[in-house]
């Protein structure tokens, strides 16, 4: 479902300290492929912790129109009564998955080798958003796409009635890309094989053999080859989805950098293929404590700890970008406190996310006194050392990372930030406003001009 209706307008003021505890709710990448995993399945798999914003809620209804049973029992414990691989039935009407890029490829990928034809539509933001990415690899197996120009949604994916086997080498560093071709060949007899020259999240590839499957994931030169067994009977799971650490990175981004401020984030997923930032902002100078390192279903956990700090400008490097590709946004807001530059390099994939970020943050920046250099695949921030003017509103451009980052932003500069719609924040993190006022955040709707 689309976020539409009226702008919600939200206004971020000078705030702090920001002290306390919050929970931070459920990986959305790991929630959507929970479900969609569920849905492959014979037999009913448990879900606990699940994200219930809209993306993953639109997962969910798609799931539902494939077939499989998709039931709500309590706070983010859920069931999945799935179909088993190549059980999918063709659904009755357009699947609308809204905002979510994850949720429209991974689900494009699970049908391309079913014989059904599926139409996928989305919001504005979605229906701007590549689609060729994975409707061209996923031409290997047989199927085929309609959609309009450059494969933009509304698209008509007809899958495969007898798809064999593929190896496919990425070009683009995608999870999104990645997980659809695994997804796809799980209705394939034989070897499905995909190859990624950067590490991207391999939340799919954990999950997979979670449920049963056979896969074997070889490292290579700066990448992996993923080789997947066809056709598995897939066995249903009991799921603990972890806390995300792009969703946990907003308050920690925001105590950071508003003086005075210590919080404190348990239970966080630190996947390698998703910690980036968290290195980053250490060698930035930031005061981020890893206590109570674990293990939990399979994936690294940590209680996150942080407080204000005295950032310093760095250089990211490339091959850091895809594990934190998400954070971008927030660093960019976080890098405006820092003393001196911080560059961010290779980061060309900010172009085609919810909105293309690099212009999103680079024009808000500048909005709020912050000077920002782009290029087609660079972002550099010139840092104030603490003192960032504020005192504008800025676009949110259905781009729910773009709001928070903004109202992050907002809570150390001088003077209030408004974003102008923070509707989509309820895509992935639901409660971050009550989250972050509950840590002293002065987060209000702005007074009508
Ligand atoms: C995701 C992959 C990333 C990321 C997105 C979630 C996933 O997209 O930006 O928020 O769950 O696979 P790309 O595959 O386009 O890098």
Known sequence: MSHSGPKAPLAAAPSGPLRGTVEIPGDKSVSHRALILGAMTVGE????GLLEGQDVLDTGKAMQALG??????????????????GGFKEPEDVIDCGNSGTGVRLIMGAVATSPLTAIFTGDASLRSRPMGRVTI??????????????????LALVGAAAPGPVTYAMDTPSAQVKSAMLLAGLNVPGITE?????????????????????????????GRRIR????????????????????????????????????????????PTRAGLYTTLREMGADLV????????????????????????????????????????????VAAFATGKTVMLGVKELRVKESDRIDAMA???????????????????HGLAG?????????????????????????????????????????????????????????DEPEAA
């Open 228 to 271: 997947l067994t066809g056709q598995p009977e897939l066995k249903p799971c009991e799921i603990a989805v972890p806390r995300d650490p792009s969703s946990a990175a907003f308050p920690i981004c925001a105590a950071l950098i508003t003086p005075g401020s210590e919080v404190r984030v348990p239970n966080v997923s630190l996947n």
């Open 290 to 333: 890893f206590e109570n390192e674990r293990e939990e279903g399979g994936e690294p956990v940590a209680d996150l700890v942080a407080r204000h700090s005295e950032l310093h400008g760095v250089e990211v490097p490339p091959e850091r970008a895809a594990s934190m590709i998400d954070e971008y946004p927030v660093l960019s807001a």
């Open 45 to 48: 798999t448990k879900i606990t």
């Open 68 to 85: 499989a049973e998709v039931v709500r029992d309590g706070p983010g414990a859920w069931r999945v009564s799935g179909v088993g691989v």
């Open 387 to 443: 003192d960032v003017p504020g005192g504008a509103t800025v676009e949110a451009r259905l781009d729910h990372r773009i709001a928070m980052s903004f109202l992050v932003l907002g809570c150390a500069a001088k003077t209030a930030v408004t974003v102008d719609d923070a509707g989509p924040i309820a895509t992935s993190f639901p409660g971050f406003r009550p989250l972050m006022a509950a840590l002293g955040a002065s987060l």
């Open 137 to 154: 690899p996923l031409s290997n197996f047989g199927a085929r796409a309609v959609g309009r120009s450059h494969g933009r949604l509304p």
């Open 363 to 381: 024009r808000g920046l500048e909005a709020c006194g912050v000077t920002v250099e782009e290029t087609a695949d660079t972002m550099t921030v």
């Open 194 to 222: 995909v190859i990624e020259g950067e590490r991207t999240r391999d939340h799919t590839e954990r999950m997979l053999r979670g449920f049963g499957a056979e896969v074997e994931v070889i490292e290579i030169e700066g």
